[in-house]
């Protein structure tokens, strides 16, 4: 799940090497925190959180399988 | 992008070498040279080898597939992918096993999908392409359900006189339902409501 939700933020960001995920695990639910370059929070985040959604829809969709939840926070 | 930079004798050479690095033909890189060869004196004073740099041509359509295998692999998912581009749109038809996980709730999971696609295809772009992604159809069965419905409630709405307000939809499942309806006679159909609750309401048309 953190290397999906990493190569997605890769994929939309203009500096990708200061793209970081970090893995904290719940009981129920894994917590994975995004921090990216000051300059690309709008392109994880998007127009009224956009962009932030449809990655957490689709980090959902591929945990969901798996059984499990995850959430996922931008720093 | 891929790209190497080559040195060798003359442009030409270099060239060669640098597509058999990158295992790439000539209409799929964007050559620069950067330095000139030159034989110098006598062929050996001041002799300057040639210097290009050979990188990988952008290809829209190679980029998003090659996004979506990724995300897949990550899930998991070995889906067929079926690119038919038609003039305005391209159209990802993804077929397989456990496919339905793609689509989620009312499509909300595809629809995700294709807009974080298009926003990494259309990154690099100054003329935008606009990619669709389908999962078995779903898209023109949902049409197709959308429509019914449509006409249905606009019976209804004829029937009773009374306006019938549909749930919330994005745009284009409302606009599915405008269009179905736009050549009816007795109804008329507008939104309200703001994104990502905006809704269709059907009103009948007041007799003149």
């Known amino acids: ?75 | 992008m891929r790209s190497v930079e080559v040195s060798a004798k003359t442009v030409e050479e270099a060239v060669k070498i640098a597509l058999e690095k990158l295992n790439l033909t000539e209409d799929e890189v964007n050559i620069e040279i950067l330095e000139h060869p030159n034989k110098g004196f006598l062929g050996f004073l001041g002799s300057k080898n040639a210097l290009v740099r050979v990188e990988e041509k952008y290809d829209p359509l190679k980029a998003g597939q090659k996004f979506l295998e990724k995300i897949f692999s990550f899930m998991k998912l070995e889906p067929t992918i079926n690119i038919v581009e038609e003039d305005e749109y391209t159209i990802f038809n993804l077929s397989g096993k456990d496919l339905g996980i793609l689509i989620g709730r009312r499509g909300e999971t595809l629809d995700s999908l294709q807009f974080l696609l298009n926003l990494v295809v259309n990154k690099n772009l100054e003329n935008r392409v606009k990619y669709i992604i389908d999962v078995e159809g779903y898209r023109s069965r949902r049409e197709n359900t959308l429509a019914d419905l449509a006409n249905r409630l606009a019976k209804k709405v004829i029937r009773t006189g009374r306006k019938v307000v549909l749930e919330p939809m994005n745009p284009q499942e409302r606009r599915i339902i405008h269009l179905t309806l736009q050549d009816n006679k007795y109804i008329t159909t507008y939104s309200e409501g703001e994104e990502p609750y905006r809704k269709v309401v059907i009103v009948p048309k007041k007799q003149a």
């Open chain 1, 1 to 75: 799940m953190k290397e999906l939700v990493e190569y997605l933020a890769k994929s939309l960001v203009d500096h990708p090497e200061d793209v970081h995920v970090n893995e904290v695990e719940g009981e129920r639910t894994i917590i994975l925190e995004l921090s990216v370059s000051p300059e690309d929070m709008g392109k994880v985040i998007g127009k009224q959180g956009r962009i932030a959604k449809a990655i957490r829809t689709v980090v959902k969709a591929a945990a969901a399988k798996e059984g499990k939840k995850v959430s996922v926070e931008i720093l």
